[in-house]
């Protein structure tokens, strides 16, 4: 595990709660963050909380059974270590550093404590570039910053690890750097596709993937972030890569946070939360930077409870972010994918000054004309279509081909949709937005600019005779002078 064990400082077991044990030690007491080994390295515990001159409180980042009172406990003299260095590249590892590819273990490697500070400021890069990522909804509405932090916010079943996965295919290809992806409290399964997917796309050589799973003690979960930032920080510090670092999901690592927190007797803060919970976040989302030498961009994926949007978790994680992507389950289920709500979501980048005057315009004109649609939605379902003033249902009709041309067919997804990905450039997304609501596209079906890429796509569909026009069926009074 890389833990070498430096002079050996004994202890013995007194008490076993769960994953909470409670450990004598007769001479040095172990610092905070020490990892302690029993049962010859099959238990590792890390060491919380020095209750007096003689017992620590640690939280157990492996299954306790059969760790009993009175047990050997061995103090490694350091803290939990990750490997750094280019043979990790290509591997997926645990929370200690043990690959599980089933390949050997990786040879020449360094090993570094997990507990790392942020870059200072003198060291950070004050510099805004746009991260194009071939999604037409985020490059227009919710443009990406390199070096950034990211996040797609949504409930259950609304798409985030769909997104996410869509985002790695895209961005690896042309994506020059080291990507990283780092499992928190999710599937396992999720994990081995990601792996074969990778694996078959030919993006492997670039990736290091890193997993505490939904089914791990809650101290392997809440340290895996930290691991997973180690390896990153390497690459960008030592080796002056860019880094990609996709996490998914930061919410699960609030969650472990809570969970540790409510084991060591700490008293919950609101809706139970533990009352370390914004400076745990920070800790970990400050370590993201760009610096001199550099740029971590990060892309995590947060899952929020119950759709709840005023939830803390949510609320801190809105804080660190320069992007904010709002998964919409009323969009998801109308078929809308990427089910993105542009009303909702924002990005620090959308400003005239980095994007440029005409994208700015451009995606303003967007959200107007998609909010004058939400508002008038309540009209049409009480009156009807009909009911509207002119100018009102040019509006619906441009916000209509907006929604369905700002959907995409995902490589990912290809194989249930029987749809082919699409990458589309900025330019041609900006374009085709443009020209929608120029009302260039007003006699093309609707269904026409639905899951395409570029808009010249619904011309060659709707000709093709693909696609049904929506019909306009009349109501008796409109026969009526």
């Not at 993006?203 to 930290?226: K, T, Y």
Request: proline share 5%.
């Amino acid at each position: 595990m890389g833990n070498n064990t430096t002079g050996l400082n004994l202890g013995v077991v007194v008490s076993v709660r769960g994953s909470v044990v409670d450990i004598r030690f007769g001479g040095h007491l172990p610092p905070i963050y020490s990892l302690l080994h029993a049962q010859d390295g099959k238990i590792v515990i890390e060491v919380l909380a020095q209750l007096d001159a003689w017992h620590v409180r640690g939280i157990a980042l492996t299954p306790t059974q059969g760790l009993a009172r009175g047990m050997g406990v061995e103090d490694t003299g350091g803290p939990l270590k990750a490997p750094v260095g280019n043979s990790v590249l290509s591997r997926m590892f645990d929370v200690f550093g043990n690959a599980i590819d089933r390949l050997d273990a990786p040879v020449d490697v360094q090993w570094r404590s997990v507990h790392r500070v942020p870059p200072p400021l003198a060291r950070r890069s004050t510099q805004s570039e746009i991260f194009e990522t071939g999604i037409k909804a985020i490059d227009v509405l919710v443009p990406l910053e390199r070096g950034g932090k990211a996040g797609l916010f949504g409930g259950a079943g609304v798409g985030k690890t769909v997104l996410l996965t869509e985002m790695i295919h895209n961005m690896i290809g042309h994506h020059e750097g080291v990507s990283i992806f780092c499992g928190i409290g999710e599937r396992c399964r999720e994990g081995e596709e990601l792996y074969r997917d990778m694996k078959e796309a030919g993006v492997l050589p670039n990736m290091v993937m890193i997993f505490g799973q939904m089914n791990e003690p809650p101290g392997s979960r809440f340290r895996v972030g930290h691991a997973a930032l180690t390896m990153a920080e390497y690459f960008r510090d030592d080796e002056h890569r860019d880094v990609l670092l996709l996490i998914d999901n930061i919410f699960r690592f609030i969650q472990a946070g809570s969970e540790i927190s409510g084991l060591m007797g700490q008293m919950p803060s609101r809706l139970g939360y533990q009352p370390t919970m914004g400076t745990e976040l920070s800790g970990l989302e400050e370590r993201i930077a760009n610096t001199d030498t550099g740029a971590i961009t990060s892309i995590q994926a947060v899952y929020v409870p119950a759709d709840d949007f005023t939830d803390p978790a949510a609320v801190h994680t809105f804080s660190h972010l320069s992007a904010s992507i709002v998964l919409s389950r009323k969009r998801a289920s109308e078929g809308l994918y990427p089910a993105i709500d542009p009303l909702q979501s924002s990005s620090k980048m959308a400003t005239p000054g980095i994007v440029g005057e005409r994208h700015y315009q451009l995606a303003q004109e967007i959200r107007r004309t998609l909010a004058q649609y939400a508002q008038l939605k309540d009209i049409i379902a009480m009156l009807g279509l009909e009911q509207l003033s002119p100018e009102d249902r040019n509006v619906v009709a441009r916000a209509r081909r907006l929604e369905r041309f700002l959907t995409q067919p995902f490589f990912t997804t290809g194989q249930f949709t029987g749809l082919k990905g699409k990458l589309v450039s900025l330019q041609d997304a900006l374009d085709g937005c443009e020209r929608i609501l120029q009302d260039e596209f007003k006699d093309t079906p609707e269904s026409a600019l639905y899951m395409i890429g570029t808009v010249d796509e619904a011309k060659g569909k709707a000709a093709a005779g693909l696609s049904k026009p929506i019909a306009e069926t009349k109501k008796p009074s409109d026969a009526q002078p």
